[in-house]
DNA sequence: AGTTGCTTAGC
DNA sequence: CTAAGCAAC
């Protein structure tokens, strides 16, 4: 039988859903009345240069859901302003909250900060339990025959699903919401404002909150059968696009998992291997922080990029002479989200054929993606770059142009972002600078004019990438 | 989660 | 001459 607490917060960070919580359900089993907090933290808030953020909003608008979620059932939600590892223990006081429930966190960030605030909770006899939330299994849970962390996908997939079979570890967490806190007066943190905050309002591509994510998860039940074969063409819209909440937690992964079993097919096979992805990136940031900064692989954490200033901004801007790039970044510019394909073939573009540092690409994502989330952009980025657990080795480069014949066959997704190619017939679409004059000028495409020149020759990058990331010993002590 | 260039089979 | 197969990057 557990501790029973008089009362206890559930602090919610990346986790902001009511429905199959873990936490929020141990801390209303273990605790006869539960206040839920959020805590914006003004060091996070005021590293983020563009005022008119898309993550913010989508995290404002998902906690003014969850309020009126939470005074449906006569409670509330209580969102403070501060550093947490002050303002989660004064709260705690005021309230006299024994003991504070929250989601594990994986970030070297989060994990610091979860550190000092169940150090200030202790100091005043608080409990902080956290729990297993955003992913299937933790860190620890999983290992190799020597009991080291995988580094390897294809073997970390298989313990995952070897030991998934036997724990069956999906099952959804069940609050008692009646043991929320009642709304009381005399305890009124008002939710700030967007514009208290120092941010604007933004218009989302999709809709934020509980309730949009778990019909965004539904009505993905129906694509899921055919997501193996249709997931690699962005043209076609039938990824899940739930990578955003399970950023932020609006949707539970298990509920996510569940989903897979509930609708067994290769596709859902295809889809929870994704998921796995996601996991293993969140295992390899917990086990080797120092990705934050550094590339995984020792062998490449002294090569300098050559690539330029201008090449990035040109990347950027989606003006590289390379419509499927091009058309890609102008969406992921517009939209904050770009598909997962694409954001392969970006990222192989910049690190590849423009030879920057894949930092740069990393850290432009982290500012544009509504779902970015350390662990995958990471990830992927490594991955894309070559420097990564278990990455693209370097020799097997994107060629941009056969990429659109393949995934984008008829030029759609190009003609949806790139509107001054789109009058020109696939396959000249892929790559204007090798297309017929005669196309071209039936098209109204000027090289140069309405559209650029390419800014480099890809044949010649390739072998450039190469010759850059062969040359280092493969050793490791 | 690829691309390239060379070889060879088939017409 | 083209397509398919294959090794190397």
Same mark, same amino acid.
């Given at each position: 039988?557990s501790? /029973?607490?008089?009362r206890?917060?559930?602090?919610?960070?990346?986790?902001? %859903?009511?429905?199959d919580h873990?936490?929020?359900?141990?801390?209303?089993?273990?605790?006869?009345?539960?206040?839920?907090?959020?805590?914006f933290d003004?060091?996070?808030l005021?590293?983020?240069?563009?005022?008119?953020?898309?993550?913010?909003?989508?995290?404002?608008?998902?906690?003014?859901e969850?309020?009126?979620?939470? =005074?449906?059932?006569?409670?509330?939600?209580?969102?403070?302003?501060g550093?947490?590892?002050?303002?989660? #223990?004064?709260?705690?006081?005021?309230?006299?909250?024994?003991?504070?429930?929250?989601? %594990?966190d994986?970030?070297?960030f989060?994990? =610091?900060?979860?550190?000092?605030?169940?150090?200030? +909770?202790?100091?005043?006899g608080?409990?902080?339990?956290?729990?297993?939330?955003?992913?299937?299994?933790?860190?620890?849970?999983?290992?190799?025959?020597?009991g080291?962390?995988?580094?390897?996908?294809?073997?970390?997939?298989k313990?995952?699903?070897?030991l998934?079979?036997?724990d069956?570890?999906?099952?959804?967490?069940?609050?008692?919401?009646?043991?929320?806190?009642?709304d009381?007066?005399?305890?009124?943190?008002?939710?700030?404002?967007?514009?208290?905050?120092?941010?604007?309002?933004?218009? +989302?591509?999709?809709?934020?909150?509980?309730?949009a994510? =778990?019909?965004?998860?539904?009505n993905f039940? /129906?694509?899921?059968?055919?997501?193996?074969?249709?997931?690699?063409?962005?043209?076609?819209?039938?990824?899940s696009?739930? /990578?955003?909440?399970?950023?932020?937690?609006?949707?539970?992964?298990?509920?996510?998992?569940?989903?897979?079993l509930?609708?067994?097919?290769?596709?859902?096979?295809?889809?929870?291997?994704? @998921?796995?992805?996601?996991?293993?990136y969140q295992?390899?940031?917990?086990?080797?922080?120092?990705?934050?900064?550094?590339?995984?692989?020792p062998?490449?954490?002294?090569?300098?990029?050559?690539?330029?200033?201008?090449?990035?901004?040109?990347? /950027?801007?989606?003006?590289?002479?390379?419509?499927?790039?091009?058309?890609?970044?102008?969406?992921?510019?517009?939209?904050?989200?770009?598909h997962?394909r694409?954001?392969?073939v970006?990222?192989?573009?910049?690190?590849?054929?423009?030879?920057?540092?894949?930092?740069?690409?990393?850290?432009?994502?982290? =500012?544009k993606?509504?779902?970015?989330?350390?662990?995958?952009?990471?990830?992927?980025?490594?991955?894309?770059?070559?420097?990564g657990?278990?990455?693209?080795?370097?020799?097997?480069i994107?060629? #941009?142009?056969?990429?659109?014949?393949?995934?984008?066959?008829?030029?759609?997704?190009?003609?949806?972002?790139? #509107?001054? @190619?789109?009058?020109?017939?696939?396959?000249?679409?892929?790559?204007?600078?090798?297309?017929?004059?005669?196309?071209?000028?039936?098209?109204?495409?000027?090289?140069?004019?309405t559209? #650029?020149?390419p800014?480099?020759d890809?044949?010649?990058?390739?072998?450039?990438a190469?010759?850059?990331?062969?040359?280092?010993p493969?050793?490791?002590?």
């Amino acid at each position: 039988m557990s501790v /029973s607490y008089k009362r206890s917060i559930c602090w919610v960070r990346r986790d902001l %859903r009511l429905f199959d919580h873990t936490a929020l359900a141990e801390a209303t089993y273990r605790s006869h009345e539960v206040f839920v907090v959020f805590v914006f933290d003004p060091t996070i808030l005021d590293l983020l240069e563009d005022r008119a953020h898309l993550r913010v909003s989508f995290i404002h608008r998902s906690l003014q859901e969850m309020d009126r979620k939470l =005074r449906e059932q006569g409670s509330r939600l209580w969102v403070l302003l501060g550093n947490p590892a002050t303002v989660i #223990p004064q709260f705690a006081k005021e309230i006299q909250a024994e003991a504070v429930f929250a989601s %594990r966190d994986y970030e070297p960030f989060a994990r =610091r900060r979860d550190l000092t605030v169940q150090e200030n +909770l202790k100091l005043a006899g608080i409990e902080f339990l956290d729990f297993k939330d955003q992913i299937t299994f933790d860190p620890h849970e999983l290992a190799t025959a020597e009991g080291n962390p995988f580094r390897v996908f294809t073997p970390f997939r298989k313990a995952w699903e070897k030991l998934f079979i036997a724990d069956r570890d999906a099952a959804e967490a069940v609050s008692d919401l009646n043991k929320l806190a009642r709304d009381d007066e005399s305890i009124d943190y008002p939710m700030p404002s967007l514009k208290d905050l120092g941010f604007q309002e933004v218009e +989302l591509w999709l809709e934020p909150g509980e309730d949009a994510g =778990r019909k965004r998860l539904a009505n993905f039940a /129906s694509k899921l059968a055919d997501y193996k074969a249709k997931r690699d063409f962005p043209a076609l819209d039938q990824t899940s696009t739930l /990578s955003v909440d399970f950023r932020f937690g609006t949707v539970s992964i298990r509920e996510a998992i569940r989903l897979t079993l509930e609708h067994p097919s290769e596709g859902a096979d295809s889809w929870r291997s994704e @998921l796995i992805w996601r996991e293993f990136y969140q295992h390899i940031l917990f086990h080797y922080p120092d990705v934050v900064d550094q590339t995984f692989q020792p062998q490449y954490r002294d090569i300098e990029y050559p690539g330029s200033k201008e090449d990035f901004e040109a990347w /950027s801007e989606g003006r590289t002479g390379f419509p499927i790039v091009d058309a890609a970044m102008r969406c992921l510019n517009a939209t904050g989200w770009m598909h997962n394909r694409l954001r392969m073939v970006v990222a192989s573009f910049l690190t590849k054929d423009l030879l920057v540092d894949y930092r740069w690409g990393e850290a432009y994502f982290q =500012r544009k993606l509504l779902d970015f989330d350390l662990a995958s952009n990471n990830g992927g980025w490594q991955w894309s770059a070559s420097t990564g657990a278990d990455p693209q080795p370097y020799f097997r480069i994107f060629n #941009p142009i056969s990429q659109s014949a393949k995934f984008d066959s008829e030029g759609n997704f190009i003609r949806r972002w790139v #509107p001054e @190619l789109a009058d020109l017939e696939a396959p000249s679409i892929y790559f204007p600078a090798l297309a017929a004059e005669f196309d071209l000028l039936t098209a109204s495409v000027e090289l140069g004019k309405t559209y #650029p020149h390419p800014i480099v020759d890809h044949a010649i990058q390739r072998d450039r990438a190469i010759a850059l990331l062969s040359k280092k010993p493969i050793t490791e002590s």
